[in-house]
């Protein structure tokens, strides 16, 4: 088995994404049983319209949910998170390869 066999993620984001959302459920924001409840009603939701392929459709659908829940618990209203998702997109769209991408201002 090759070494990027064993990686579990593809890309930082997806690892950051991770760490956010363990860090928010230790944190008391919302409990695990609630993440997994949430998040397997987001793949089943995705998965009505093709099949996943169990690694991009996987993270845009663990982001969708954290996004859901932080607009659920008022922790971040939907627009704040539309914001931020276009200041991201913008960043890396804009940013050469291998930079590190950052938000401007």
């Known amino acids: 088995m090759t070494e990027d066999a064993l990686a579990p993620f593809d890309e930082p984001w997806q690892a950051q ?9 230790e944190a008391g924001r919302f409990s695990w049983a609630e993440w997994t409840e949430s998040f397997g009603a987001t793949l089943k939701e995705h ?3 093709r099949p996943l392929d169990g690694q991009g459709d ?3 659908a663990w982001l969708v949910t954290l996004e859901g829940l932080l607009a659920r618990t008022g922790m971040a209203a939907r627009e704040e998170a539309d914001r931020f998702r276009a200041l991201w997109e ?5 940013t050469p390869h291998g930079q590190p991408v950052r938000i401007a201002g």
Not at 17 to 22: D, S, Y
Not at 90 to 94: I, P, T
């Open 47 to 49: 998965g009505r319209a």
């Open 17 to 25: 994404l991770f760490a956010l959302t363990v860090a928010l459920s």
């Open 90 to 94: 913008a960043a890396y769209l804009s």
């Open 58 to 60: 996987y993270w845009n």
